[in-house]
């Protein structure tokens, strides 16, 4: 049993971020189901593996410090250091019908609920920067007063899933709101969280933006909602559970007979970070992990950058071209496969040598699946039950494309590779809910080592 321990940390290390990477758009795989994928699913195959050390080429740390004047981080756009590029024409905020993509603005009152999540956080940066009066409403206002991203912002404080606050003017008073976004979404999937949050607590915030007077309501979904639609029979509940709300939205538009409030639903594909777990791993010198579905094909999709989301979500205001539908929506690639973005990394990374990848049988993500519900059903376990779910999305996105190929159903200017571009020289900004690695201590860390950097290069001139 001496050789098993490491055999099991080599396990997590290998298949924790490409779970990570399965986490698409608004719902989050918990670190400890991350733990059990990776655990049960490849102990076997990263015993073979050695341990990852660096074997040159560039290191990429977990967090990082602003770099502004970084080629990569202009690709990305000063949105990664909290910055705005602040439009001060004069006649943006004026109802003109500037609907431009990307620099629409009809002055309207915006409110963003979800707005202290990773996609809420750009969101109100977005609506900022084009001068929307804006509201950020969240739980707890104090915690969060002081970080940049909210500067300009009205912070309201309120807990959403008051069904009847929301209904009484508590949220939202009369008058007060010409748009709300909605980036709600559950931390699990599970379907107690999916429907608790992904549709009753957005069911709320779409009901108190009725009453206030709220012309429209922008909602974040997720571009695999289709499979709820469909029926598929691998469909799963945080899916059913948007496909409700984006019904109840339908119904509350059509209840309004002179047409004074509407709905637009937006499905992105993959949001970029959900893409990037391995890239330390690449970087520490492990191979890159993916799921064989047989004749080594395997799963394709185009993310979208998170700030370009925000953009198309603050487009969706001044826009009536999806008003009461919905708009899937991936970024401007043409899509790739994991492997495909396995070899972006590896060459960004600057790696000697050919791609070193590790292939996943898709079938052992049967064999937890099974034996998680078989432990739920056998002893009505919600908690199995629950863990059986999350396996269940692990697998849907492992193989599911989550891909547009309609032009109307792309957006934005960043490639997936100026991400990785990015986060290769500037690390990643850590997300509790989004990544496996990083830390608040590896983002000094990263300082420290820029810093010492720069000093060598000018005690070497």
């Known amino acids: 049993m001496e050789g098993a321990a490491p055999c099991i940390v080599r396990s997590l290390r290998v298949l924790a971020p490409v779970c990570n990477q399965l986490s698409y758009n608004n719902t989050m795989i918990t670190r400890r189901s991350l733990c059990l994928l990776a655990l049960s699913a490849v102990s076997l195959a990263s015993a073979f593996v050695p341990a990852a050390h660096q074997r040159g080429g560039r290191n990429v740390v977990d967090d990082a410090v602003s770099s502004p004047s970084s080629p990569s981080a202009l690709a990305m756009g000063n949105f990664f250091f909290g910055e705005t590029n602040d439009k001060k024409s004069g006649n943006n905020n004026n109802n003109s019908g500037n609907n431009a993509p990307g620099e629409s603005c009809t002055g309207e009152r915006i409110a963003v609920v979800g707005s202290t999540g990773y996609i809420g956080k750009a969101v109100v940066r977005e609506s900022l920067r084009r001068e929307y009066p804006t509201t950020a409403v969240m739980r707890d206002a104090a915690k969060y007063r002081s970080e940049p991203k909210f500067d300009g912002a009205t912070l309201k404080e309120f807990d959403v899933a008051d069904r009847e606050g929301c209904l009484n003017g508590e949220l939202f008073e009369e008058g007060s709101v010409d748009a709300v976004i909605c980036c709600l979404a559950s931390r ?138 919905y708009w899937n929506l991936g970024g401007p690639d043409d899509g790739m496969s994991m492997k495909e973005q396995g070899a972006i990394i590896h060459d960004v990374l600057e790696k000697e040598g050919d791609p070193k990848y590790i292939s996943v049988p898709i079938g052992l993500f049967d064999v937890i699946i099974n034996g998680l519900q078989w432990i739920g059903t056998t002893f009505n376990s919600a908690k199995f039950d629950d863990a059986a779910e999350l396996g269940r999305i692990g697998k849907y996105y492992a193989v599911e494309d989550m891909l547009t190929t309609d032009p109307a159903e792309k957006y934005g200017r960043t490639t997936l590779r100026q991400h990785y571009e990015y986060i290769a020289e500037n690390g990643q900004e850590y997300d509790p809910y989004t990544t496996v690695f990083g830390s608040k201590d590896a983002k000094e860390k990263f300082a420290q080592q820029k810093q010492q950097a720069e000093e060598a290069e000018k005690v070497e001139a």
């Open 188 to 325: 699990t999937g599970t379907k107690s969280d999916s429907y608790a949050v992904d549709y009753q607590a957005s069911l709320n915030c779409a009901a108190a933006a009725k009453k206030a007077g709220a012309r429209r309501f922008v909602l974040l979904s997720a571009y695999c909602v289709k499979s709820a639609e469909r029926g598929d029979p691998y469909a799963l509940q945080f899916q059913y559970a948007k496909m409700e709300l984006e019904e109840k939205l339908a119904a509350m538009a059509a209840e309004d007979e002179d047409g004074t409030f509407d709905y637009v639903s937006v499905r992105p594909t993959a949001f970029f970070k959900s893409v990037s777990g391995q890239v330390e791993v690449v970087s520490g010198g492990g191979p890159f992990v993916y799921f064989d579905l047989g004749d080594d094909r395997n799963a394709r999709c185009n993310p979208i950058s998170e700030p370009d989301l925000a953009s198309a979500l603050i487009d969706c205001v001044a826009d009536d071209a999806h008003k009461n539908t």
